[in-house]
């Protein structure tokens, strides 16, 4: 089963994630169809295998009217770009679209939030890619260093207006591809089309300023999301749409709904768990100090088609430990809605994992290792597995799965190990029993009494906390994690592999990539490679930032 189709569900999924909405309809004719494209819906599918884009959906919509789903397509806009688009509802119109498309003909006004834009606008003429690109900009509003921008295009090259603007040192906001300042997501809007009509007359058709553009150009703090109703649900909105694919997915039920970073609203997340949510606010201050946001923000996530709505209120510092059961902090019972069954299970690419949403700070799940859970699948036929800190044994799950001739989870809490038992014994039944342990020890202490025993493995996960305290050991990602690869080295088979995880914020990508080499030199071990890996879709990362999670697989030489 390979988790990447998406399906035709009916019930609740279908009705959260609408194959279109009729209010995206901006003006149509019997010949053509103009469409308000959202922010994060993709123009065409960059993935065959995952088609989540606005020709399909719309094409779905007008077969649900009874109508062909033919389109025809002229134009493109960015994933994250929103505005004005046009499609051919009959093939007899395509001829006229592209004479007026490449002859120059269609006006396309955009708009832009940058910062540190000089003078009052003029043309800007460039060459990209060896081909020129022409286009007038007029600065609509200025607040400071922040500018909105209406610019004209006059030609029509990839990335126009975002790499013109770079040129210019005001990259538009948001735009991590061209280093712009972070913003709540793409600050670019294809805000007018117009052209001749075949006929006689003029099509002109234009969208509506996006209300996030002239909230951030007036100077918006990134926190004021959470006063305003109507600014709340336009991002909530947002996010809902590029996890369209995951919402409608057969095979995938848990994921990330709003990350803290890449989607704008900032010291809040938000996972799915089947038909729950669970929401986590970062720290008691800023906008969570007042019960009026977070009542706001809860009664939102329930509006939007959930059964209910269990919070985790999460320290602001990793390295702050709190109790992870305390009544306030990670409260039973759902805040909002109804209650999920204690344990329940829930699918991640076709396979299960027990989840309960009301057991303490942590639900069972780390859903930001989706991707690389899939990958150890991937690498696990024949392989004998070595899981550290293995919770509740999730990548243990994937490793079964796979097809592994051995598993060895490793983790201090013994409780956590039987919920991943019966995880495994979920998954791939209990013929095989005997090819999986479980070892309730200190990972540290279990780690050199095998080297002791010259046990080896082919593949090893290792994935701490941040910090973590033992009787026997204390660990902290930052100066520790060097020796803890190292030691997991020493137990690796020739050619053996390794996926490293860390989330501490303060290791940057690089850093953490190197901490592969350092722990090479401590083990005595050849890397032949050490490979970043990527985070989902669904855990977008703010211009310019490394993802939360860092991840690398390494490669041993023999």
Known sequence: ?????????????????????????????????????????????????????????????????????????????????????????????????????????????????????????GPMDDVLDGKKARAVVKVKQRAGKRALLEITLLTGRMHQIRAQLAKRRAPVCGDALYDGPPAPRLMLHAHTLAFPKAEGGTYAVTSKVPRELTAWVSGARDTDVYEDATSLRSALQRAMERRFQ?????????????????????????????????????????????????????????????????????????????DTRREDLAPKLPVRGEAAPGAFIVHELGVPYTVKLGDGLSTGIFLDQRKNRRLVRDLSHGARVLNLFSYT???????????????VSVDAAPVSLEWGMKNVVAAVGDADRKKHAFVAMDVFSYLAREEKRATQFDLVIVDPPSYSNTKRHRFSATSDYPELLASAMRLCAPRGRIVACCNHRGISQSKFRKFAFDAARLSGRVVSQAKDLPVGSDYPVAAGADPNMKSVLISLES
Not at 38 to 53: M, R
Not at 393 to 407: D, I, L, N, R, S
């Open 1 to 121: 089963m390979s988790g990447h189709e998406t399906n035709e569900k009916s019930g609740p999924a279908a009705s959260m994630w609408p194959d279109f909405r009729p209010e995206w309809v901006l003006f149509e004719d019997a010949r053509l169809i103009f469409v308000d494209k959202p922010c994060g819906v993709s123009t065409q599918a960059a993935d065959p295998t995952e088609p989540d884009d606005l020709v399909l959906r719309l094409g779905r919509y007008r077969e649900a009217r009874g109508e062909p789903s033919y389109l025809g397509v002229h134009q493109r806009l960015d994933k994250e770009t929103s505005g004005v688009m046009v499609f051919a509802k009959e093939k007899a119109v395509n001829a006229h679209l592209a004479k007026v498309f490449e002859g120059r003909e269609v006006k396309k006004v955009y708009l832009a939030c940058v910062e540190g834009f000089r003078g009052d606008g």
């Open 393 to 407: 044994c999730p990548f243990t799950v994937a490793a079964a799965v796979g097809g592994a001739t051995q598993t």
């Open 246 to 322: 995951l919402g409608r997915s057969e095979h995938t039920n848990a994921f990330r709904l709003v990350n803290e970073e890449g989607d704008g609203l900032p010291r809040l997340a938000v996972d799915v768990y089947d038909g729950w949510l669970v929401a986590q606010l970062y720290g008691t201050d800023g906008p969570w100090a007042r019960k009026e946001t977070r009542d706001r923000v809860l009664d939102e996530l329930l509006a939007l088609g959930f059964r209910g709505v269990y919070l985790k209120v999460r320290p602001k510092q990793a390295n702050e430990l709190v």
